[in-house]
């Protein structure tokens, strides 16, 4: 069975502290894999999707990667803007013909100034 | 230009009642889905159409009845709604071609049955 386990669950830092999130991921062959973040009270917001082990990509400072088995979202110097839920999700290859998106738990981040 | 809207943000209603939730994208996306996000933040599928075509019902109760009209909206009609049935709502919506893309989710619209 497709999962997705999110860690930590919550995750507080100061103003310019990095530090990483973590989506551990079993699948029946990845199609792809998703980090959205999520904002009190509106819908998940897109940021990346990854496709292969290996992959890396980066918004401002955000940046995700990708192995077999999980991927990180680091944060390098965040600000309080960036506090947020931050969640994960993959599709398989056995959900390409329904586009079924398997979602984590969620990270929530707090940056304080 | 909202690219996936929902309505009503807000529902507040009680138990046994019928009500519907509506969304419409302007994205020309072929796939639109319903999740449900529960008091966790936990995000799964409720249904997925494509081009008007159900394909995925993820054993939803069947008081939960999706409808199509054409492929930018997706509605969603409740029967006898249940206390169990307070969530937040999202409607999204994808397009595949050979590599598939980040879905985009409406802003949701949170159920509470009392």
């Known amino acids: 069975e497709d999962q997705v386990t999110q860690s930590p669950e919550a995750l507080r830092l100061q103003e310019g502290e990095s530090s990483s999130l973590n989506c551990s991921y079993t699948v029946s062959g990845l199609r792809g894999l998703f980090w959205y973040r999520q904002d009190p009270g509106k819908g998940p917001e897109f940021l990346f999707t990854?496709?292969?082990a290996g992959e890396e990509k980066e918004k401002e400072r955000l940046k995700a990667t990708l192995t077999k088995k999980e991927s990180f979202l680091h944060i390098t110097a965040p600000k309080p803007e960036d506090s947020a839920t931050y969640l994960c999700?993959?599709?398989?290859?056995?959900?390409?013909?329904?586009?079924?998106?398997?979602f984590g738990q969620g990270t929530t981040l707090q940056v304080k100034p | 230009d909202t690219a996936v809207s929902q309505t009503p943000k807000y529902l507040v209603t009680q138990m046994g009642n019928d009500k519907s939730i509506k969304c419409e994208q302007n994205?020309?996306?072929?796939?639109m889905y319903w999740y449900k996000q529960d008091s966790k933040k936990f995000l799964k599928i409720m249904f997925s159409?494509?081009?008007?075509?159900?394909?995925i019902n993820e054993t939803v109760p069947n008081r939960f009845s999706p409808k199509s009209p054409d492929k930018a909206h997706l509605n969603l009609h409740i029967n006898s709604l249940e206390l169990g049935d307070s969530a937040v709502y999202f409607c999204?919506?994808?397009?595949?071609?050979?590599?598939?893309?980040?879905?985009?989710f409406g802003s949701g619209t949170r159920l509470t049955v009392v």
């Open positions: 159409y494509n081009n008007k075509e159900l394909i």
């Open positions: 999204a919506s994808s397009q595949d071609g050979d590599r598939i893309y980040g879905y985009t």
């Open positions: 990854l496709y292969s």
């Open positions: 994205l020309g996306h072929d796939t």
């Open positions: 999700a993959v599709r398989s290859r056995g959900s390409s013909n329904t586009g079924k998106l398997i």
